[in-house]
């Protein structure tokens, strides 16, 4: 097993390249099903849940061919509509390859996917989403079958704005039979890269980035080449990592407009931010200040993917704050990690009380959840002393190579296998 050991208390500085998004990445690699063909997909960060994707495109009878950040896909060869379960254990994002290959086979057939560190995940919406463009869904001792000879454009309305499921009925739709509308869509960046996506393909979507999606369903479809927009969750941690240690930092790859409400609530703790085309440039503050009552919302509200790294920041912020999670239950996994760390902070249901504390400890801490485990990696860099950061499965499913970039910037980090660690 490996883990990173973090020596803590060294400012960042210096340049790095932000990756590019693995929530829009995702759902592209999976929307490339729907055009028959060869397909070049660019800026695809090299990490384990882009790895199993291309893994599961693989079992479909996909051809998958990685050169650096480029993704061939050669879809012609697509055969089988069977979502293996070890895989689809692996990564509950495979969900949205419903819609793609319903669309092309009319049929797909996968495992539910379980609850996750984050708390329960139901697929509700996507499948209600789906039987109202005609698909019928069966579940049978796990394994849930759907199935259309044809898909017909509806009107649909999610109870909840939800990405995955938002995603999954766009896929499904640019080939039915008429138009579909999807009301209270989610309206994240990533939903608009998927509609650039699709249309670059041929299809027939409006209004994404808004409540209201419009998707005329058109006949036939063709491959591209395409390159997917920065990944703002990155960029927002290390947003976040240069502000704990009091560095100073250049992303470069960095679509700020995507960032809003990270970068006010980033700059209210007192770090100066400036931006001038894709780059951002940061500072962090010689004491971070408080910032009140943050709450997680969808898109453009505050992300629940930065909330675990928010309140490793705002644990150091002199005053006190609160974060109030609404999106998931039970994502705080990463509170009592902190509290090892000299963090002072207590729960009250879906809320987090957060007296700031001048200085946080080196402590041996894991890593439950991707975006939890960024939280303590970000912590570790800003303590005293050493850090020991467990379960780098969870941070390698969304980070290409943190340690690398942290490295780049000066972080005194090193992955290793826990026995060197230890011995
Ligand atoms: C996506 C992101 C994830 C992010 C999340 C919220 C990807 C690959 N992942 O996940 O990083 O944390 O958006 O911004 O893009 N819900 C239901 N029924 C459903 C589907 C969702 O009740 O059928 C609920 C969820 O439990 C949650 C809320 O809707 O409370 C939002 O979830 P959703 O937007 O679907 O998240 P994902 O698409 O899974």
Redesign the pocket.
Known sequence: MEQFVIKGGKPLYGTVRVQGA??SA??ILAAALLAGGVHEIRDVPRLSDIFVMGEILKALGVKVKKDGNTVGLETTTLKSSCIPEVLMRQM??S??LMGPLLSRLQEVSLTRPGGCD??????????KGLASLGATVEEKDGVIHCFARKLTGADIFL???????T?NIMMAAVRAEGTTVIRNA?R?P?IVDLQRFLNRMGADVQGAGSRIIRIRGVKQLQPVSYEVIPDR?AAGTLVVATAMTGGEVLLTHVVKEHMESTLSLIEKTGAELRSEGDALWVRGPSQLQAVGNVVTK??PGF???MQPQMMALLSLAKGENSIFES???GRFKHVQELIRMGADLSTVENRVEIRGVPQLMGHTVEATDLRAGAALVVAGLAASGTTLVKGLSHIDRGYEGLDTTLLQLGGQIQRCSSRVASG
């Open positions: 693995k929530n995702l759902p509950r994002s969900i949205f984050i708390g329960a995940r139901p697929i509700d919406l996507h499948l109870e909840l704005p939800s990405v995955g499921a995603e989610a994240e990533e969750i969808p898109y992300p629940t993917d999106v998931f239950e």
